[in-house]
């Protein structure tokens, strides 16, 4: 009983005696559980080989990862105004959502793309789109990052055309462009052109990034969203290196690279989960395999080409709809394991996200959370204060050793392609997917408010609504550039770069130059189809 007279829940305590990846987690731990480890080959300090502490010998004393959130709505102006908005909140670098026809390679005006202008990102169809988008955004001082996988090459064509435009030389902007296509065969599935025409695209901007665009990462090899599809942190970290091995593969075979030429501006990008050491541990081991592998495997000769840098967002599956406002706890947890597990990079979700793109106030809560953690918890002070922790040195090797069990039977298959064709990682997190949502469930895990801890009441929350507007807007201004080209260059510039896809050459110039005479976003991912043939996804379950 309770002073008040009234009754105590009967609540059963949940044992997790695993990690949400089926880890087995000890009691307690001690000095046995980490005897097999030698701490120069496999902990070392910061800064040095093989980087489990960090990359950085000083860790966030001298420089605070990079604070971005994931933004773009609506318009290109409803867009970059809450850039500005957010830079300044604080803000440190820009993160660009686009809409579901800017993903998929098709204009505004397509008719199916019509109900979709400016949903889930930002609408853009041609450069005039990003030079709105980007106005008064300080190139030289800012990254910018953009999710956007099969038409990247235009994406990116339109930021470097708008730079020159604007007389900012290409060796003084930098930024990242997801570009990571095996992963969309693997997770997200916003798909183009077959597999082996996806790798050639991808190879070409390596090429053209090393040579012409040198601060640029050119690849985000993505686990971001094959942990949001279902994996476990084993197969996330597995399944990215695999996709790493593949395009480091592919590229020294087809443009003769040499590795440290290209392996510096390669860049990752990470899930950080509710399991807060399991996490931390995840992104030690994913910085040491990663060395290992461009040491060993490939002969990297250059320390930077063994670094992993990485972008980190928390976790949008774990959000949900039921008390929303828990969803800032979830964030603020999985962002301090981002912190401690030593990201480059942080995007920290908000918590309505579960219902729409951030509002104004939510995305503003996220952002001060990071905030927060770099200035109030001293967590910054020592470089990967958890180094030497049994559990987390324990937890660190069992999560390598697993991945690298993962790999091993991918290079039997013949590499992550091979294995993406027979549907092999298509299936392992299917498996895992359907393995928690029963732990779930069945209530061997506890998620607050969904199954346990639950309200009749609905907690009243602001949703952002897209303004009906913005398809009249979009389509009028598509409109006016179709009608108003110089249609001649274009068609030149088209036919240019439709032969460059035939043949061996790059096709980032042209590309470019079809970009600067006004062509859609779709025009020349038509081309791409026209060219390469459209991948249709056969479905593994």
């Known amino acids: 009983m309770t002073e008040a007279g009234g009754n105590i829940p009967n609540k059963k305590h949940v044992k997790h005696v695993s990690t949400i990846s089926g880890l087995k987690v000890e009691s307690v731990y001690t000095p046995l559980h980490t005897k097999d480890l030698d701490y120069d080959k496999d902990i070392g300090l910061p800064g040095e080989y093989p980087f489990t502490r960090g990359i950085h010998s000083t860790g966030y004393r001298d420089k605070l990862w990079t604070m971005r959130m994931f933004s773009g709505f609506g318009s290109a102006e409803d867009t970059n105004r809450r850039w500005h908005k957010l830079l300044q909140d604080g803000e440190t670098g820009l993160s660009t959502a686009f809409d579901f026809p800017t993903l998929m390679g098709y204009d505004s005006d397509y008719p199916i793309a019509i109900p979709e202008i400016g949903k889930c990102g930002v609408a853009i169809d041609t450069m005039v789109d990003f030079e709105i988008l980007t ?263 069992k999560i390598e050793e697993r991945a690298w069990e993962y790999i091993e039977t991918i290079d039997r298959k013949g590499g992550m392609v091979a294995a993406i064709e027979e549907g092999y990682p298509q299936h392992e997190i299917s498996e895992a997917a359907y393995k928690i949502k029963k732990e779930i469930d069945n209530k061997e895990r506890i998620i607050i408010g969904v199954n346990d801890y639950m309200d009749d009441e609905i907690t009243p929350i602001e949703v952002l609504k897209i303004d009906p507007d913005v398809r009249s807007l979009q389509l009028e201004r598509l409109k006016e550039i179709k009608g108003n080209r110089n249609v001649n260059k274009l068609k030149i510039c088209l036919n240019e770069l439709r032969e460059a896809c035939k043949s061996d050459k790059n096709v980032m110039p042209y590309v470019i130059e079809a970009i600067k005479a006004l062509a859609t976003e779709q025009e020349i991912c038509d081309i791409y189809r026209e060219v390469f043939g459209v991948y249709h996804d056969p479905g593994y379950y």
Not at 246 to 273: C, T
Not at 350 to 370: C, G, H, N, V
């Open 135 to 397: 106005e008064k955004i300080p190139f030289r001082e800012v990254t910018t990052s953009m999710t956007i996988n099969p038409p990247a090459t235009i994406l990116w064509g339109m930021y470097l055309a708008v730079a020159e435009k604007r007389g900012i030389a290409w060796d003084h902007i930098g930024g990242t462009i997801q570009n990571d296509m095996l992963k969309e065969f693997i997770a997200q599935k916003t798909l183009m052109c077959p597999i082996e025409a996806s790798m050639r695209l991808i190879a070409d901007t390596v090429e053209f990034g090393t040579k012409m665009v040198p601060k640029w990462n050119t690849i985000s090899i993505s686990g971001y969203h094959i942990r949001e599809a279902g994996s476990t942190a084993v197969q996330e970290l597995a399944f990215t290196l695999a996709d790493g091995i593949a395009y480091v593969q592919y590229i020294l075979e087809h443009k003769k690279l040499d590795v440290d030429a290209f392996a510096p501006r390669l860049s990752f990008f990470f899930d950080s989960h509710i399991d807060f050491f399991e996490e931390v541990a995840k992104f030690r081991a994913a910085r040491r395999m990663w060395a290992r592998i461009m040491r060993d495997r490939f002969k990297a000769k250059n320390p930077r080409s063994w670094w992993m840098r990485f972008h980190t967002q928390t976790a949008g599956c774990s959000l949900t709809h039921q008390q929303p406002l828990n969803n800032i706890v979830r964030t603020a947890a999985q962002a301090l394991a981002a912190v401690m597990g030593g990201t480059q990079s942080l995007h920290t979700n908000s918590y309505d996200e579960e219902f729409a793109l951030p509002t104004e106030l939510a995305a503003k809560i996220a952002l001060r959370t990071q905030q927060i953690i770099a200035h109030e918890t001293g967590v910054i002070n020592s470089m990967d204060p958890l180094a030497g922790s049994y559990m987390v040195e324990a937890l660190t090797n």
